[in-house]
Each structure stands twice: as structure tokens, then as C-alpha cells.
């Protein structure tokens, strides 16, 4: 089918068009010249009448006009050139000819182009729903991702599907649950193994603990008594003498000889008695965080689960310090198995990192722990079997170093034009006329891009089969019943009264 003919100058990157009948953005399709048959994407439609143009100012007369009706509609638009379909979408090294049709590109052609090696099902294509979306899996686990969205849009239900998906091919996968969103879902390709945030105390580094002990860093001599207690403790474990006597009371008791404030003679170090109070309060407000024979959590990751750990009992604060931590470890356990030169020992160290509301832990404005590995491990973690995945729904406050190590995307609607700069600064791919498509996307509408994607696409993320609870509250339905529902259970109680013998 003819969508168009050329019209005006032409480039190797884009084509204008004009058309008598409407296509649609994000439709596929083919020009063919010089011998060859490039694949196109109409990005822009402009609907126009030269006859009602924007310099009549005469409300009359353009009434007048509009109701005699006139020939001079046109559909104006723009095609992006995406490379030839015969020669490995390579981009051309001619312009397309002035005058050459535009075609509708063929089922075909299009199902040639999403077949990939280890694919991925994502859903169909926006405009022709019987056109199945598959993008290769490898670049995704390797060359890192990001899922970016306004609330409501489907993002949840995009992860959902993405981890299900990956399930089949037995990918460890570690998500950073924030909201408890993932510990009850039910994937049809596997199961969830939950682990609780627990940490050894002896798998720890000095900064991480120093972190959540509160001391600051320009608080020098309570950092020096604070190392000194911290060395004492994993001495003293790495003896095996104090196995039973909790990490924090070995620090505790070494400063509180130390400090002489059982000597009344002594004279009592302020800094270190504060020292002594910090390691105090950290053993109540932690509790339940610090666990003296907890394994190292990276050790607890299974394969073909989806391992959720569930953040949504501690604090940002300890959140950040989490997630530090467990890259880490993940990372320096990949690199130590790459030196020994075993490349199926660094495969099975391979892990999918997906983490929830990236806009908390690796921050814009702000520095953090969890910023400073999540930007390492996008560095680095490619060339050690280790990949990321950056979910948000405030992309505009996502540390602009993170996101662009993102080689691909899926963006779901965004309506605020600073989250559009924001991502659009981050990915080389996203053009101008795919960011203005973001506002009219629907839910669970996606622009993907990348490398995990020979083109850019238009795609309609299929509906998750299993179990989530990623949904809005239905807070209204809920109290819309609560008299009823509060009369009933008056009724009830007085019924048991009455059966009891206490009726009046």
C-alpha cells in the first residue's frame, strides 16, 4: 500500500513526505531506489489546508470557507531511514530520489526484523498487533537497561513481564524491591526466593559500617577510635574467639576499656565515649538488620529465581547502604572468578540487578553509597557477567552518569518536558519526533530503543499473566461499603450476646 511520495530535499537520515490518506507514527515503511529497499519510521504527521491557513484572521470567512469545503487538505510527514532491509539494515549511502513512493512495509519484511537469537517477547507492535516484538536478550543482561515511566503508565507491569521472560533462559535475577511489590508475585517461568535484609557485620567495609553508625566525615577522631574498634572486631572474629559475642559488643567493650569510663581515676575521651553512644544506638535502631551469623547475601542468589530483597521495612538510609554493599560483593566475587581465567566460573557469578525507584538510589542531586556502585557496575560490570536494570518514574532526578550507561530503554509515558530532556540527554537514539510522541502514549505503551533492538520501536507491552501487586489502592470502593460493613459487624456482635445470654 502507498503511505506517500517523497517531496523536497532528501537526506540519507530522513525523508519528507506528503500523502492523501492519514498514516500513523511509529508505522513501518519501505522505499525502494538505487537497487535497494530501505526501511523507514514516519516519526511526525502534520495535518494542514492551505486554504485555512493561520494568517486568516477573519472568523467569518474561515467559517464560510469550512462549510463550502475545500480540496486543499494535505497530510504532511517525516520518515526516519533505518537502514536497508537487505544488507543488515546498513544505512544508506544515497538519498532517496524526490518523487519515489512510500510503501507500507510487509509483514514479512517486519517479522525478518524482530527475529532475533534469544529473544525476548515484549508484546506486538502499536500499529499492527498481529507483528510479535522480540528483542535479543544478551544486550539487555549485559549492556544494562532502563525502564522509565510517569506513575499509572504500566511500568510495573513492563518489569513484570521482562523478568518472566528472562526466567526462561534460568538468568539469576536480584531486585531491590523497595515497596514489597514483588515477595508475593507468581511468575509462570519460576519462582521468587525472598531474602530478608540481614547483614554479617563482618562482611562488611569500614565506610558501610561508619555509615550507619552516623559518624560524620569530618568527625576525624571518632573515625580513628571507630577503625580501631572495627580492626579489634575482625581480628577477633578472624580468631575464632568470639564467634558467640555479638560484632557490635566486641567494638563496644574495646572502646569502653579503652576510654577508662569505668576508671574513675582516668581521664574519660569524649570522642570515644560518642563513639560508644553511636554503637549503641545503632544496635537498637538495627536490630533487625545486623545478623552475627548471616551469610553474605550475594551467596543466598539462586538461579532461575527471581531473587526479591525486601526493602520496604528500612529506611532509604539503609537501603542505600544495601544496595552499595550487595554490588560490591557481587562485583569483587565476579572479578576475583574472571582472574582465575575460568569463564564458566565467571558465568555462573552472572547476576540481572533490577532496581526499583532509581530515582532514590542513585540520586541527581545528591551523593550516596548506592550511587557510587550503581555507576561503577554499569561501568564495569559488563566485561564480568553483571547487568543493570534502572526502573523510575522521576527519570528527570536519575544521576544523568547512570542513566547513560543505559545502552537501552523502554519508555513508557512521560508528560513532563523535563523528564523528556533528561532521558532524551541520556540516549543518543531517542530523536526529537519520538520525544514529542511520549505525552500520547497509552498505558502500557512503550517507545524501546537500543541496542537490544535493531530499530526503534512502538510497542504495546503485553499483560503479565502471573501474580503482582504493583497496582493503585482501590481506596474508594473500600470505604465506600464501611457503613455497611460496620452495621454488619454490629448485627454479628449482638447475636453472639444474644446466644451468650446477654441480650436484653
Known sequence: MVVGICVGETSLTEVTFISDKMPKVGEYVTIEYDGKKVLGMIENLIRGND???????????????????VEDNYIRGKVKILGDV??????????????????????????????????IKLGTLVNQSDVEVNVEANPILSRHLAILAMTGAGKSNTVSVLIDQLLNYNVPIFVFDMH?????????????????????????????????????????????HFRDAFNYANDELSKGTSETINFLDIMYDYLEVKSGVNDEEAKVDKSMVDVMNKILDAKIKYSNLF??????IVSNIQAAHVNVLDLSQVDEYVASVLVSHI??????????????????????????????????????????????????????????????????????????????Q???????????????????????????????????LNVGEAIVLGLMSKVPTLVKIDEFKGRQHGDDMDIASYFAN???????????????????????
Not at 513512493?101 to 517486519?110: H, M, P, W
Not at 545478623?291 to 553474605?296: F, G, M, R
Request: a negative charge; one cysteine or more.
Open 51 to 69: 486554504a485555512l491557513n493561520v494568517d486568516i484572521n477573519d472568523f467569518k470567512a474561515i467559517q464560510k470557507i469550512s462549510r463550502i469545503g
Open 86 to 119: 537487505n544488507d543488515n539494515l546498513k544505512l544508506p549511502r544515497t538519498p532517496v530520489l524526490p518523487g519515489t513512493e512510500i510503501q507500507l512495509a510487509d509483514k514479512d519484511v517486519l517479522e525478518e526484523i524482530f527475529k532475533v537469537k534469544n529473544p
Open 180 to 224: 514489597g511489590e514483588y515477595v508475593n508475585a507468581e511468575f509462570p517461568n519460576g519462582d521468587v526466593n525472598v531474602i530478608k535484609p540481614k547483614l554479617n557485620p563482618k562482611y562488611m567495609e569500614f565506610y558501610e559500617m561508619k555509615k550507619l553508625m552516623n559518624i560524620p566525615s569530618n568527625a576525624v577522631i571518632q573515625e580513628r
Open 291 to 296: 545478623y552475627q551469623n548471616a551469610p553474605n
Open 327 to 404: 554490588l560490591r560483593n557481587s562485583l569483587q566475587r565476579s572479578k576475583d572468578a574472571a582472574h582465575t581465567g575460568n569463564k564458566e566460573d565467571l558465568m555462573k557469578n552472572s547476576v540481572f540487578f533490577i532496581l526499583e525507584e532509581a530515582h532514590i538510589l542513585a540520586p541527581k542531586k545528591r551523593d550516596s553509597d548506592s550511587k557510587r556502585m550503581i555507576q561503577r557496575v554499569a561501568r564495569e560490570g559488563r566485561k564480568f557477567g553483571l547487568g543493570l536494570c534502572l526502573v523510575s518514574q522521576s527519570p528527570k532526578t536519575v544521576d544523568h552518569d547512570a542513566l547513560s
Open 406 to 440: 543505559m545502552n537501552n530503554m523502554i519508555i513508557l509515558r512521560l508528560v513532563e518536558p523535563e523528564d523528556q530532556r533528561h532521558v532524551q540527554s541520556a540516549s543518543e537514539s531517542l530523536s526529537q519526533d519520538l520525544v514529542n510522541q511520549l505525552p500520547s
Open 482 to 504: 464501611f457503613k455497611e460493613k460496620e452495621e454488619e459487624e454490629i448485627r454479628k456482635t449482638e447475636e453472639e450476646l444474644n446466644d451468650l445470654g446477654y441480650g436484653y
